[in-house]
DNA sequence: ATAATAATTGAATGACGTTCAAATTATATA
DNA sequence: TATATAATTTGAACGTCATTCAATTATTAT
């Protein structure tokens, strides 16, 4: 029988619409029964508790996550133009999501709880596949082989995290996507000044002066 | 009379007692008011509800905070070294603060509310202070031209607190200062080869192979 | 000393997550 | 089909906790 499978589900939706409009904190069980059509009680025959239905929304949202980004990973192959894509592509993800945007950045992903739950494993195998990145950029020699991969994931996920979270504090007023092409710029070659040129860039495209472009101040 | 500001310190010391050990959810009004040793009702004469009083806790630390950076940086005058001292002392100060930590880090930075806040005025003059250094390095000629400084500023307090918030949700167990070097370095130089050397460090000492330091994996 | 004002108290209130005994529905058996 | 048994659903009841407020106590002014 799936038809424990249908309930679960159709109280998982009702859970998305419910939690999405507001926060965790703001969101009633009573409210998300009502949507769902069931007795409050019944919610509890499927999920542990409150929190257990909020962190089962992203089990199935990593999924998609993930396996679209190996589609648009496809058929590049410079690990710097896959890190630019990873940028793009993560952009253009929460930017189409807004709603488990807000509950995946400002909440679960700042949550201990969230980290020992079982949805946490999509977001490891996210995290897996930018680390993949990053080593293959090695192998190709493109990227430095001095770097601990590992922090060197942090300044990519840590910039790309900030970006969304000031976007999505600030009520998702700018376009997110215009700051895409010199933020992976940044991750690729940093703020300093190199030996060689002035810029450091790979790309041909020159940049504008300051605030033109990109996530406003603060 | 002070007697005002003594009893509203108090309640305020016994908040950031009670709330370090735990989160704010996790944290009751009438714990609080034991610890202070007054009656629960005395707390909302001296702070709106429970979140005020929660958002109130970093007004005085972020001043510190501030000032003390002020201080470290005092004498530097290379921007890249500022940079480099920035993190440094980020790290230092949130190692040496780990209540706050958590708090600020996995609580209130990432509220809609305490944006709103009052003591949101704070986290702005730290930021400030990060914008004002890498201006500086333009000025200086050291830190690229080409570059939205806010958007820089993104990858510098992105990449730091990314580092924080992982370090905070995998218990404070490793040593955080251990990644602030090639850190900083990654900030300045990013994870590409630059044309003219390997890897375009700008201090002399050279770094091992990975995993030897910063905060582990994932 | 007495009135007026301010500060403190803690029981009462309401909201909400969670539980559970009873009711309902589905499934198996004869 | 009728009946027994199991699974599912229900929503009122419970406990916790932030917040309020009328009563009490302390402080200040006259």
Redesign the pocket.
């Known amino acids: 029988?799936n038809?424990?499978a249908t309930?679960r589900q159709q109280i998982l939706q009702a859970a998305i619409e419910i939690f999405g409009r507001s926060n965790f904190?703001?969101?009633?069980?009573?409210?998300i029964?009502r949507r769902a059509?069931?007795?409050?009680?019944?919610?509890?025959?499927?999920f542990?508790?409150?929190?257990?239905?909020f962190f089962s929304i992203p089990r199935e949202k990593t999924k998609t996550f993930s396996a679209q980004l190996d589609l648009y990973l496809k058929g590049v192959t410079d690990a710097r133009e896959k890190i630019r894509k990873f940028a793009w592509y993560y952009l253009h993800f929460f930017r189409t999501n807004p709603d488990y945007a807000r509950s995946l950045m400002l909440e679960m992903r700042v949550s201990k709880a969230f980290a020992r739950s079982g949805s946490y494993k999509g977001v490891k195998r996210f995290m897996s596949q930018a680390l993949a990145i990053l080593k293959e950029g090695q192998e190709q020699g493109v990227i430095r082989q001095d770097l601990d991969l590992y922090l060197s994931r942090h300044l990519l996920l840590g910039a790309l995290e900030h970006v969304v979270t000031r976007w999505l504090l600030k009520g998702e007023k700018e376009d997110i996507m215009l700051c895409h092409e010199q933020l992976s710029d940044l991750i690729l070659n940093g703020v300093a000044i190199h030996s060689g040129n002035g810029s450091a860039r790979t790309t041909g495209k020159p940049i504008g002066k300051n605030r033109e472009n990109g996530p406003g101040r603060s």
Chains 1, 2 share one sequence.
């Open positions: 029988m038809k424990k309930r904190d703001d969101t009633s069980i009573s409210e029964a059509g069931v007795a409050e009680g019944t919610i509890y025959q499927y542990k508790n409150k929190q257990d239905l």
